[in-house]
């Protein structure tokens, strides 16, 4: 089945609907920390509490989100993400009335939104198997459907986790930019309110729900070979975190501070459009030799990044970069459904998206020393070396993931 016939599957197996409202789902977690960020800093005129808010918020959302991915593994995703919808919809307006208070209200608050805000892509990537088992079963259980229903999704579903993260911080600019930063928290404590709630209570829903009575009694989530993932994924987060660091330096050194945040975009871009070709990756290439393959990716393209010294130059070693950025991640999700107990994929999909963000703070925060005494060349060190690293938890991982299955 070629990429684009797997695509019309996915479509037909649960209608353009439930994709739309799986990926607007999504969008305010990617609002939030830039709308955060905009807003803080606009009513107390400092960077640094903005900052600092934005900073709460992404960290609260990474470290709750194993626990609500345990709770949707317990009881289903259906009452844990309409909690977290309403709540966390609920939070983001409480922040926009306590944004001008004292700093530390609104960054108090912050941390509240984040701990509450769904992680709608980890969530919806569990989803997809018992959806790829139920449309199998109408064609006599055929594993090779299974398989490559379940690669196009987690393809989609890489390639759309890009494209929000592209999308939301637009969506800020362009809203505080037509009327006020407020007005763009609300937009997203809007869509989630909405698109999340309709996320929670769609049928699909219902299949994560499982019986526990059939659940073993072993199965360890924190297995080498997923710890290796989990590793792998804040990689990817301080990735994330110092080229957007390294580009915010360069533009605003270019007297361009503005268009830093269009520069970091085509990272996603690029992303994007390579997230949706791993579909078509023949099956005989298991996830592991596609995450290394990827890493030794990230590293050759990321490695031109401390020559860079324009924005043009910028924009193109950019844009190369983000097409091993969506292939890595995809492959690292798809591995961890292979080698985690069913009853626990929701803890897992969502501790590898909070590894994540734990690593882009992480990345940030280096990147940013290193570009108060070094510009943007001290900077952009850090994607290079993060990338080495890497590549060597692949190569460790290759090992780990056969032992694990073995």
């Known amino acids: 089945m070629s990429a684009v016939a797997a ?133 006599g259980n055929d594993p090779a459907y299974r398989r490559t229903v379940v690669d196009a999704a987690f393809s989609y579903e890489g390639a759309a986790d890009e494209a929000s993260f592209v999308l939301g911080p637009a969506l800020i600019g362009v809203l505080a930019f037509v009327g006020e930063p407020s007005v763009a928290l609300l937009v997203g404590a809007g869509l989630l309110a909405v698109f999340g709630t309709l996320f929670a209570v769609h049928p699909t829903a219902a299949l994560t729900k499982v019986d526990r009575s059939a659940v073993p009694a072993t199965g360890r989530l924190l297995v080498p ?77 990321a490695t031109p990044l401390p020559a860079v010294d324009t924005i043009t130059q910028l924009v193109v070693v950019v844009l190369f970069l983000g097409l091993a950025v969506a292939p890595y991640m995809i492959s690292n999700f798809a591995l961890a459904g292979q080698i985690v107990p069913e009853h626990r994929i929701g803890a897992a999909m969502t501790l590898l998206a909070g590894a994540t963000g734990i690593g882009y703070a992480l990345g940030s925060s280096v990147a940013g020393r290193l570009a108060d005494a070094h510009g943007h060349t001290g900077a952009f060190v850090v994607p290079v070396a993060t990338a080495v690293l890497a590549v060597l938890t692949a190569f460790a991982g290759q090992r780990a993931s056969r032992r694990s299955r073995a």
């Open 225 to 301: 070979a997923f710890v290796l993932l989990v590793l792998a994924q804040a990689w990817v987060g301080v990735l994330f975190g110092s080229v957007q660091t390294g580009t915010t330096a360069l533009t605003t050194a270019a007297g361009e501070p503005g268009v830093a945040g269009l520069v970091h975009a085509v990272l996603g871009v690029g992303s994007v459009a390579a997230g949706l070709t791993m579909a078509a990756v023949p099956e005989r290439i298991g996830y592991a030799t596609r995450s290394l393959v990827a890493a030794v990716a990230l590293l050759v393209l």
């Open 7 to 139: 695509y019309r599957e996915l479509l037909r197996i649960v209608g353009p609907a439930y994709v739309l409202v799986a990926f607007l789902g999504r969008v305010p977690l990617a609002m939030s920390q830039m709308g955060t960020l905009v807003l803080v800093s606009d009513a107390t005129d400092r960077y640094a509490y903005g900052g600092a808010a934005a900073g709460v918020l992404a960290v609260a959302n990474a470290v709750g989100a194993p626990f609500w991915g345990t709770l949707a593994d317990r009881h289903g995703q259906r009452g844990t993400v309409l909690v977290q919808s309403l709540a966390g919809a609920a939070a983001l307006v409480a922040l926009v009335a306590v944004a001008d208070a004292t700093p530390w209200v609104p960054v108090a608050v912050s941390g509240l939104a984040g701990l509450f805000i769904p992680q709608v892509g980890p969530l919806a990537r569990v989803r997809w198997r018992p959806i790829a088992e139920g449309a199998a079963a109408g064609r």
